[in-house]
């Protein structure tokens, strides 16, 4: 678009535009006057219109990552309600006195049974062989760390203090939170097509069926780091199908030229930037 502004004017833009500046007539003869106004200076300024954003594959990985973890949250939540015993200590005719907990056997079968089931649930092919494999070795790392190397301190009696369970039970759960919101297990880009209008399918390598399409020219967030295969179509266009490795995927746009089916050449895939 073309617009000629008087000196000092402004403009507010909100798409990208062309800006035609004109220097100011001066009061001068008429042959510089003439002179004056054939100095037309033509700056372009370009201003970016931020592309939409799509959060549909990030909602449907978000989605199939808290089913897998469903039944693992479930488990943690069963230490929440172990059974407690109270035991008297001492003997009379001496003092004696009352402590309330967990049986350490109960308590560490509980422990032990769910760490198992946390580590063959992320060692499946769900999480080892998709995208979620960066979360599975988060997952197994941080379990490590916090729940198998832990001590289960005893109290008197044989006990374990129901603060102790519960603290296992934060840490279970604060693993799948934190293996479902860190920041290094995704990555954000843009797609752009010529021409615009066309819908791009992502789809999980396994299982490759796993598809989630959205449309173009947008900004697609929060995508798990792994490898996909893509897929774009536009009515009268080649379709465009090709791998899409984002395990190390540096690059924030990918520009996707499409050829009409008349051209003879095919499609081309898109081209990281």
Not at 13 to 39: F, G, L, N
Not at 61 to 72: G, H, I, S, T, V
Not at 211 to 234: H, M, Q, S
Request: charged share 20%; glycine share 4%.
């Amino acid at each position: 678009m073309k617009i000629l502004l008087a000196a000092g004017a402004t403009l507010a833009m909100t798409a990208c535009m062309t800006v035609r500046t004109q220097t100011p007539t001066m009061a001068v003869s008429a042959p510089q006057a003439m002179a004056t106004t054939q100095e037309v200076v033509d700056t372009d300024v370009i201003v970016d219109e931020a592309p939409p954003v799509s959060r549909a594959i990030a909602e449907a990985q978000e989605a199939r990552l808290q089913a897998l973890l469903q039944p693992l949250r479930a488990r943690a939540m069963e230490g929440a309600n172990l059974p407690t015993e109270a035991v008297i200590i001492g003997s009379l005719p001496f003092p004696t006195r009352t402590v309330t907990g967990v049986r350490y056997d109960t308590a560490q079968d509980w422990v032990r049974r769910t760490e198992a089931d946390v580590r063959q649930r992320i060692e499946s092919p769900e999480f080892r062989e998709t995208e979620l494999h960066d979360v599975a070795a988060f997952v197994h790392s941080q379990v490590d760390a916090r729940i198998h190397e832990s001590d289960m301190r005893l109290m008197e009696g044989g006990l374990v203090s129901r603060d102790v369970v519960q603290r296992y039970v934060r840490d279970f759960l604060s693993i799948f939170d934190q293996a479902t919101t860190a920041s290094q297990f995704r990555v954000t880009f843009t797609v752009l097509t010529e021409p615009r209008g066309a819908t791009f399918e992502l789809c999980h390598e396994y299982p490759p069926s796993d598809c989630t399409a959205v449309g173009t020219n947008v900004k697609i967030p929060d995508v798990f780091r792994g490898r996909y295969i893509y897929r774009i179509r536009l009515g009268g266009y080649h379709l465009v199908e090709a791998p899409l490795n984002l395990v190390n995927f540096g690059q924030t746009l990918l520009r996707c030229p499409l050829r009409a089916l008349t051209n003879p050449a095919g499609a081309v895939p898109c081209t990281p930037e």
